[in-house]
C-alpha cells in the first residue's frame, strides 16, 4: 500500500513539473522521435549561436533579430506539440490540429528571418502579407502562452492588445489616440519593440545556456551531492533535516530558476525527513517551498531576472551580481534561523548516526572549508595571472591543460568513494552520510562552476559567452565522469560507461531545451506588454495614476507597486512578471521618488518588483510550488502556501529596506571596514526580525520584546532614518552657489539639484536629480559641462540653457528652459553607524532577560 502511494505521489510530482516546466506529452513513434529530434536540435543551435565559432568560420553568422526568430519558432513548434491544449486532450499522441498550428506558429516566428532581407529594404506600411502573418503569428503565441504557462499571462498579453486598439474609448485617465492594426502588428512583430524585443532577445543570448548548464548539472547528478552535502553537515542538528533542505535548495538555486523544479528535486527527500524529525506536515512543506523560491534571489541565475535586469538596467551582469549578493545570503541565513527556532520551539532533535558531527567539529569543517575556498581562489587567480603574463598567447593551452588534469585528478578521489546513492527518505533508518567521503566524490561538478564565475568575474565576457564555456565544460563532464571511474576502480565496463555518458548528454540537451519552452514563450508574451508600453505611452499614465492614489507619498506608492507585483506573479511566472512590472511600475517609483526628494537607484527598484514577483509561487491560491510541497508532504496545499508566506516574509521587509537604504545593495561602500560592517549589521537585522515574526528567540518572547526585536531590527537595517533627523544629511543652497559647492565636492562625489520645468507633454515637474562628473573634469565650469548642462543667469535665477544629447542630465529627463531651483550640499555628520551601538545594547539587554528567564525555567522544571 505505501509502495502504491509512494508511486502515485512521484506520478503527482512528474506530471506537476511536466505541466509547469517541460510539457506533458510523451508521445511515442514518430511523434516521439520528433519530439525529442526538435528539442536537440534547439539545443545544437543555441550552442552554436552563443559560441565563437560562427565568427572565426565566418559561417552562419546571425544577427540578434534573426536568431530571436529562430529561437521563437522553435519555442512555439514545441508548446503546441508538447503541451496539450486541454486537461482531457491525449497525451500519448499529438492530434493533427496541433501540428498545423505549430507549423503554422512556427513560420510566423521565422517569419523576420525568412523575409528580413525583404522588411529591412522596405519602408512604409506592412504589406497584407505582413499583418496576416503578424496577426497569426500573436494569435498562435496567446495561444502556446496559454498552453505552456497558464492563461494569466496570456490574458495581461490580450489586455494590452486591446488597449493599444482601443485607446480613444478608455476611460479617460488612460485614454490615447490609439493604434490601427497595421501599425499595432508591425510595432510588435515586425520590429524589436513588441515581441521581439530586449526580453526575447535575453532568452535568446543568455537564459537558454545557463538553462542547458543546469540541466546538465543536474543529470551528472549535482543535485544529489548537494542534497548529501548539506545533509553531512547540517544533519546532526535541531531540525537538521530541514537546515539542509534550506541549503541544498539554496545550491540548487545557483543554477535553476524554476522555483518547482527544486521543489520536486529536493524536496523528495527532505521533507519526509523534516516530518521524521517533528516537523508537522505544513510546516515540513513550508520550509521546502520557502528555500525553493528563495533560489531563485539566489545570483548567478535568479530566475533569468539577471539576464533582464543587465538590458532594462543597463549596468554590467557582475554589478546586478553584486548588488543582488547580500539580499540572497541573508534570505538564506534568516531562514535556516527561523527552522532553528521551529525545532527549539518543538524540542527537536537531530538525525542520529555514527557521522554525526558536533558542533565544535562543525565550525572547524566550516571554517576549514571557508579558508580553503578563499585559498583555492588566491590560488587559481595567481596561477592564471601568471601564465598569461609569462605564455601569452599559449596560456590558453597552458591554463586548459591544468583544469582537465584537475578535473582528472578529482575524479580520481571521487573513484576511491563509493558513487552517491539516492536515498530512500521513507526507510526505517536514514544515517547521516560520512562528511569527507561524501565532499570528495563531487567535488568536480564545482569546477564548470568555478569556470562559469571566472570568466563572468574576472575574464568579463559576456554571460551568453561565459555560460557557454561552462556549458562545453559540464558537456565534457557528462560524457567522461562515468569513463574515467570505471577506469581508475580498474573496471572493464569501460564501453558502457561511455554510451550511459552519451546518452546522459543527449538527455540533457533535450531536457535542458524542454525546460526553456515557458520562458521562450514567456518573455516574447512580456514583449507584448512592453511594446504596448512604447506604442501608447502609458508608462506616463501609470505615474500620473500612481501618485493620483498615493497621494506623492513614496512608502504608499512601493506598497502599491509590491501589492501589484505580488497579484500579477500569482498568474505568471517569474521571468514574465518581473518583466511587466518593472516595465510599468520601476520608471514609476524612479520618477515620483526623485519629485520627493528620494533619489532611488534603478537596481533597487528592479530587485524591489523582483522580490515581491517571487513571493508569488508560495502565495495562495495560485503558488505552484506549495502545491508540488503539499504533494509530497500528504499535507493541504492552502495552508502549506500560507505557512511558506509566513516564513518569507523577511523576503517582503527586505525590499522596501535596500529601497531606503541601498548599502544593502552593496552601493556605497568605500572600505572593507565598510562592508564588514554593513554585512554584520543586515545578518544581525535579519536575525532580529525572524525572531520577533515567530514570537520566539532564546525563550518565547513576550509582547514588548517582539517590538524591542523589531526596533533593533529597523534600526539596523536603516540607521539613516534616526541619523537624519539628529543630523541632515544636506542643506538647501541658492543655484547663485553653484560653483562654490562644486568646487566643495570630490570627483566620485555627484552633484545634487531639485530642478524644475516643462515635460515634452506639458506637464510642469519638479525633481531631484543626481548628476556624476567626468573623472578630467578639474574646474567647476568643466564639471558642469561634463554634465552635459549648459547654464545662464536671467532674472536671478540659473536656467539652462542647452543639454547635451545623451548626457547625463538629458538622461535624468532635464530640458531646455528649465531652471535650477537650488543645491543640495552634503553636509560633514557624524557616521550613521554609530546608530548601532544603542541597537545592539538594545538587543544585549533583551538576551539577558530571555538567559535569565531560561535559567528561571529549567531551575523550576
Known amino acids: 500500500m505505501a509502495t502504491s502511494l509512494k508511486t502515485d505521489t512521484e506520478l503527482e510530482l512528474q506530471e506537476m513539473l511536466a505541466q509547469s516546466d517541460t510539457g506533458a506529452r510523451q508521445p511515442m513513434g514518430s511523434a516521439g522521435k520528433i519530439l525529442l529530434a526538435v528539442p536537440f536540435l534547439w539545443a545544437l543551435f543555441q550552442l552554436w549561436y552563443a559560441s565563437p565559432l560562427p565568427f572565426m568560420l565566418n559561417f552562419l553568422v546571425l544577427n540578434d533579430t534573426q536568431a530571436r526568430s529562430i529561437h521563437l519558432a522553435f519555442a512555439v513548434f514545441l508548446a503546441f506539440t508538447a503541451y496539450p491544449a486541454l486537461k482531457s486532450s491525449p497525451r500519448s499522441h499529438i492530434p493533427w490540429q496541433d501540428w498545423l498550428f505549430a507549423l503554422v506558429g512556427a513560420f510566423c516566428a521565422s517569419y523576420l528571418l525568412i523575409f528580413y532581407e525583404e522588411i529591412a529594404n522596405r519602408s512604409g506600411a506592412p504589406t497584407s502579407f505582413d499583418v496576416v502573418a503578424g496577426v497569426t503569428g500573436m494569435i498562435l503565441l496567446l495561444e502556446a502562452t496559454r498552453r505552456a504557462l497558464g492563461p494569466p499571462l496570456m490574458i495581461v498579453a490580450a489586455v494590452f492588445l486591446t488597449y493599444a486598439l482601443a485607446g480613444p474609448y478608455m476611460p479617460d485617465i488612460i485614454a490615447h489616440k490609439g493604434a490601427s492594426l497595421n501599425k499595432l502588428i508591425s510595432h510588435q512583430w515586425l520590429t524589436t519593440e513588441g515581441v521581439f524585443g530586449v526580453a526575447l532577445g535575453v532568452s535568446t543570448s543568455f537564459v537558454f545556456m545557463f538553462v542547458l548548464f543546469g540541466a546538465l548539472l543536474d543529470k551528472a547528478g549535482a543535485g544529489n551531492y548537494f542534497i548529501k552535502v548539506a545533509f553531512s553537515l547540517l544533519g546532526h542538528m535541531r531540525g537538521g533535516p530541514a537546515k539542509a533542505a534550506v541549503v541544498a535548495s539554496g545550491l540548487s538555486g545557483l543554477v535553476s530558476g524554476s522555483s518547482i523544479a527544486n521543489v520536486v528535486t529536493t524536496g523528495t527527500f527532505t521533507i519526509p525527513l523534516m516530518k521524521r524529525v517533528g516537523f508537522p506536515a505544513e510546516k515540513a512543506g513550508a520550509v521546502e517551498v520557502a528555500a525553493s523560491t528563495n533560489g531563485q534571489l539566489t545570483p548567478p541565475i535568479m530566475g533569468a531576472a539577471a539576464f533582464l535586469m543587465v538590458e532594462y538596467v543597463g549596468i554590467p551582469y557582475v554589478d546586478v551580481i553584486k548588488h543582488a549578493i547580500l539580499p540572497a545570503l541573508i534570505s538564506y541565513i534568516a531562514l535556516i534561523y527561523i527552522v532553528h527556532l521551529e525545532a527549539l520551539k518543538a524540542d527537536m532533535k537531530g538525525l542520529e548516526g555514527p557521522n554525526k558531527l558536533t558542533t565544535a567539529q562543525f565550525l572547524f569543517v566550516l571554517l576549514t572549508g571557508l579558508l580553503m575556498a578563499a585559498g583555492f581562489g588566491a590560488l587559481v587567480f595567481y596561477f592564471i595571472s601568471w601564465s598569461k603574463a609569462l605564455l601569452g598567447d599559449f596560456a590558453t593551452l597552458m591554463i586548459a591543460s591544468v583544469t582537465i588534469a584537475t578535473y582528472a585528478g578529482l575524479v580520481y578521489v571521487s573513484a576511491k568513494n563509493e558513487d552517491l546513492e539516492i536515498d530512500d527518505p521513507n526507510e526505517k533508518e536514514v544515517l547521516i552520510p560520512p562528511l569527507g567521503s561524501t565532499v570528495v566524490s563531487g567535488l568536480y561538478y564545482l569546477l564548470p562552476i568555478v569556470a562559469l564565475i571566472w570568466c563572468l568575474v574576472i575574464e568579463r565576457f559576456s554571460p551568453g559567452l561565459s555560460a557557454f564555456w561552462a556549458t562545453v565544460f559540464m558537456m565534457f563532464i557528462v560524457v567522461t565522469h562515468r569513463p574515467l571511474k570505471a577506469f581508475f576502480r580498474?573496471?572493464?565496463?569501460?564501453?558502457?560507461?561511455?554510451?550511459?555518458?552519451?546518452?546522459?548528454?543527449?538527455?540533457?540537451?533535450?531536457?535542458?531545451?524542454?525546460?526553456?519552452?515557458?520562458?521562450?514563450?514567456?518573455?516574447?508574451?512580456?514583449?507584448?506588454?512592453?511594446?504596448?508600453?512604447?506604442?501608447?505611452?502609458?508608462?506616463?499614465?501609470?505615474?500620473?495614476?500612481?501618485?493620483?492614489?498615493?497621494?506623492?507619498?513614496?512608502?504608499?506608492?512601493?506598497?502599491?507597486?509590491?501589492?501589484?507585483?505580488?497579484?500579477?506573479?500569482?498568474?505568471?511566472?517569474?521571468?514574465?512578471?518581473?518583466?511587466?512590472?518593472?516595465?510599468?511600475?520601476?520608471?514609476?517609483?524612479?520618477?515620483?521618488?526623485?519629485?520627493?526628494?528620494?533619489?532611488?537607484?534603478?537596481?533597487?527598484?528592479?530587485?524591489?518588483?523582483?522580490?515581491?514577483?517571487?513571493?508569488?509561487?508560495?502565495?495562495?491560491?495560485?503558488?505552484?510550488?506549495?502545491?508540488?510541497?503539499?504533494?509530497?508532504?500528504?499535507?493541504d496545499p492552502i495552508k502549506t502556501g500560507i505557512q511558506g508566506f509566513t516564513y518569507d516574509i523577511r523576503t517582503a521587509i527586505l525590499p522596501f529596506m535596500f529601497i531606503f537604504n541601498t548599502q544593502l545593495l552593496l552601493i556605497g561602500i568605500d572600505s572593507w571596514w565598510h562592508l564588514a560592517g554593513t554585512i554584520f549589521s543586515a545578518t544581525v537585522a535579519m536575525l532580529a526580525f525572524a525572531a520577533a515574526t515567530q514570537g520566539y528567540w532564546l525563550v518565547k518572547t513576550k509582547w514588548w520584546e517582539v517590538v524591542g526585536l523589531l526596533l533593533v531590527a529597523f534600526t539596523l537595517f536603516r540607521p539613516g532614518f534616526w541619523w537624519d533627523e539628529v543630523y541632515p544629511p544636506s542643506e538647501q543652497v541658492a543655484a547663485t552657489q553653484l560653483n562654490q559647492v562644486i568646487g566643495e565636492l570630490a570627483i566620485n562625489q555627484p552633484l545634487q539639484l531639485r530642478v524644475s520645468g516643462e515635460s515634452l507633454d506639458g506637464d510642469q515637474v519638479s525633481k531631484i536629480v543626481r548628476l556624476p562628473f567626468a573623472e578630467t573634469a578639474e574646474t567647476p565650469a568643466q564639471r558642469i559641462l561634463s554634465t552635459g548642462l549648459n547654464l545662464r543667469q536671467e532674472d536671478g535665477q540659473t536656467i539652462v540653457d542647452f543639454v547635451e544629447f545623451d548626457s547625463p542630465a538629458q538622461q535624468e529627463g532635464i530640458d531646455f528652459d528649465w531652471v535650477i531651483e537650488n543645491i543640495e550640499r552634503p553636509l560633514d555628520r557624524p557616521a550613521k553607524e554609530w546608530m548601532y551601538i544603542p541597537a545592539l545594547l538594545l538587543l544585549g539587554l533583551m538576551a539577558m532577560g530571555q538567559l535569565k528567564r531560561r535559567r528561571e525555567t529549567a531551575q523550576t522544571a
Do not use: W
Not at 531 to 557: A, D, H, K, R, W
Open 490 to 635: 580498474q573496471q572493464s565496463a569501460l564501453p558502457k560507461t561511455v554510451k550511459l555518458g552519451l546518452m546522459d548528454l543527449f538527455e540533457s540537451l533535450v531536457s535542458g531545451s524542454r525546460n526553456m519552452i515557458g520562458i521562450g514563450v514567456a518573455t516574447a508574451a512580456a514583449g507584448i506588454v512592453v511594446g504596448t508600453v512604447t506604442l501608447t505611452g502609458i508608462g506616463l499614465v501609470m505615474t500620473e495614476f500612481v501618485e493620483f492614489i498615493s497621494g506623492g507619498n513614496l512608502f504608499l506608492i512601493l506598497l502599491f507597486t509590491a501589492i501589484i507585483s505580488l497579484i500579477l506573479g500569482m498568474g505568471l511566472p517569474t521571468t514574465a512578471n518581473y518583466i511587466v512590472v518593472s516595465t510599468l511600475m520601476a520608471p514609476v517609483i524612479v520618477t515620483l521618488g526623485a519629485n520627493a526628494g528620494l533619489i532611488v537607484p534603478l537596481i533597487a527598484v528592479h530587485l524591489f518588483v523582483f522580490y515581491f514577483g517571487i513571493l508569488a509561487d508560495d502565495t495562495p491560491p495560485v503558488g505552484l510550488a506549495a502545491f508540488a510541497a503539499a504533494a509530497i508532504a500528504k499535507s
